[in-house]
C-alpha cells in the first residue's frame, strides 16, 4: 500500500502521536501541579519517554505548552484566500477557519493551554517572542497573495490581526471558557475595521 504525497507515513504519525502524548501529559501535570513544580524528568516519565526523547521533541519544557500547529495551518488558509480579499479579511477569514477547526477539536486543551500562558510569567514573557515569529509568517503569507503590498504593511497587518486575537484569547481566559471564543475573535476583528 503506497501513501499519497499528502498523507504522513507511519513515522511521521508516530511522531506526532508521541509529541501530542508528551503535550497531553505535560498539560495535565502543569495543571494538576503547577508549571513551576513540574520537571521535565515527571512529564517524561508520564509520556512513557525518555529525557532525551523529551528533548528531541521540545527544546525547553517551555516549549510543550508553547508549541502546536496552529501556525502552519494559518498560513495555508491565508494563502487559499480568495484573491480579492484584502489583507486583514484574510487574515480573518483564514483565523477564523482555522479557530473554528480547533475549536471543535480541542476547545478544552486550547483553554487550559492558553490560561496557562497567561497564568504563568515564565510563559506570558516568552509570548511576545512566539508572536513575533507567527506575525513574520503570517506577513509572508499575505505578501505571497500580493507582492506587491509593503512588507511594512503586511506586518502592520499581521500585527494587528494578532492583537485581535491574544485579546479575545484574554477575554475567553478571563471567563473561564463561558464566552465563546469565535464570537470574541469576531468582534475582535469587528473593532478592527467597524463598520
Not at 490560561?115 to 507567527?134: E, G, K, M
Request: hydrophobic share 40%; glycine share 4%.
Amino acid at each position: 500500500m503506497s501513501t499519497s504525497p499528502t498523507s504522513p507515513g507511519l513515522r511521521e504519525r508516530k511522531k506526532a502521536q508521541t509529541r501530542r502524548t508528551i503535550q497531553e501529559h505535560a498539560l495535565r501535570l502543569f495543571l494538576e501541579q503547577g508549571y513551576q513544580n513540574t520537571t521535565v524528568e515527571e512529564i517524561s516519565a508520564a509520556a512513557g519517554v525518555s529525557h532525551m526523547t523529551f528533548f528531541r521533541y521540545f527544546p525547553t519544557k517551555e516549549a510543550v505548552v508553547e508549541s502546536d500547529d496552529y501556525d502552519p495551518l494559518i498560513v495555508r488558509l491565508i494563502q487559499e484566500r480568495p484573491p480579492q480579499e484584502d489583507g486583514l479579511t484574510a487574515l480573518r477569514n483564514a483565523l477564523g477557519q482555522g479557530l473554528e477547526t480547533v475549536y471543535a477539536t480541542g476547545r478544552d486543551t486550547l483553554l487550559a493551554r492558553t490560561r496557562l500562558i497567561f497564568d504563568t510569567p515564565a510563559l506570558r514573557a516568552r509570548t511576545w517572542d512566539t508572536q513575533y515569529a507567527t506575525q513574520r509568517l503570517f506577513a509572508d503569507a499575505l505578501r505571497s497573495r500580493n507582492p506587491e503590498e509593503s512588507d511594512l504593511a503586511t506586518r502592520v497587518i499581521a500585527a494587528a490581526a494578532l492583537a485581535a486575537v491574544t485579546t479575545a484569547l484574554a477575554a475567553w481566559v478571563e471567563s473561564d471558557g463561558a464566552l465563546e471564543l469565535p464570537v470574541l475573535v469576531s468582534e475582535a476583528f469587528s473593532a478592527l475595521r467597524p463598520a
